[in-house]
């Protein structure tokens, strides 16, 4: 079986601190059997201050490095196509042009959760955002990419990369294997990833239920940009919307960005201030959900409702059937008609039968038609 990894985009996630911004996606599509694209080189976007490696002396970004000769065809061996297991980043391009003309999603944040970001290798991580910088040019309005690890060296080395290739942002999780004890051991780790790329925006990537890290994000943001000038806000992948609303009502001062990270309750966490959200559902409700927020934007509050539940029942009822990031790729495979291929291990594909479930409750709730199908797809709809 060949298992080609790709990354994750936002449906990815609005990254800007505009209540009205298009949600961001997370995650990085994977593909099958197409020919990878070797990233080019060099930082991308609106001219911010990066330098592309060759012009940065003695500076080395070892991971990222080893990669450009991995890539090579001629020395893979491979005739071009990627081998089993492997990021095909072809498919990349396409599907930005996806999410910005079929999702009207115009952020995306890169090596996430839907990614997969974390059982990618530092090198992999590198050549995924870089296809993403580049394939984004003058399409995207902000990549932001996760840059968190176990290792605060390599987390350090992706910020770095993240600065030089010409991204917006970049993000971490807390590290959840020897795992900070409290707020200010955090804070330790988070500002020493934040300072090797002191130009970029840093957001910090709330995931408790994923990274055992209980801290309360209303704890941590506390004092926070004296010690991480560059924090610009929070991404906030949990259901407990005291600590939400806190970390707004405490900041309101404060020009952050507090992305919310739960599709399924996201009207609330708007009423509580939500200034974006970033998810995994935007990579295929990214229409659905922007509808939402312009109702809400113009306080028809009756339509946001209704939309937020009509997005409920159909995370409800995948929910029910065991739902993550494989049945997720899954989704976007059938929606986008653009192959996310396998997850890599420990996850396993998602089953047939979900699919078909899925497509059906799709189909059901109007989310999809039979014109939306790609061609690629289209045996699904007979
Ligand atoms: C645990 C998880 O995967 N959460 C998703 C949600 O979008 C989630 O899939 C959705 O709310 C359905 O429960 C996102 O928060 C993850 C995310 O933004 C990412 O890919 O980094």
Known sequence: QGQVPSSQLLGSRSCAPVRSQTPALAGTPRAEGTP??????????????????????????RGCRDKERAWEPERSGTGGLAAAGEINFSVIGRYVDYLVEEQGVKNVFVNGTTGEGLSLSISERCQVAEEW????????DQIVIHVGALS???SQELAQHAAEIGADGIAVIAPFFLKP???????????????AAPALPFYYYHIPALTGVKIRA?????GIQDKIPSFQGLKFSDTDLLDFGQC??????????????????LLSALVMGATGAVGSTYNYLGKKTKQMLEAFERKDFSSALNHQFCIQRFINFVVKLGFGVSQTKAIMTLVSGIPMGPPRLPLQKASREFTDNAEAKLK?????????????????CS
Do not use: Y
């Not at 405490?250 to 599709?263: H, I, M, P, S, T």
């Open 36 to 61: 990878p694209v070797r990233p080019a080189l060099g930082c991308g976007r609106r001219g911010r201050n990066c330098s592309s490696r060759a012009g940065r002396g003695g500076h080395v970004v």
């Open 133 to 140: 910088v580049t394939k984004g040019k003058n399409k995207l």
């Open 152 to 154: 605060l060296k390599e």
């Open 181 to 195: 004890w409290n707020k200010d051991v955090l804070i330790n780790f988070l500002k020493e990833v934040a300072a």
């Open 218 to 222: 209303e704890e941590l943001l506390d």
């Open 248 to 265: 707004v009502d405490q900041n309101r001062q404060r020009q952050f960005a507090f992305l919310f990270g739960v599709d399924e309750q």
């Open 364 to 380: 059901s709730l109007d989310f999809l038609s039979c014109t939306d199908l790609k061609d690629g797809n289209m045996e699904a």
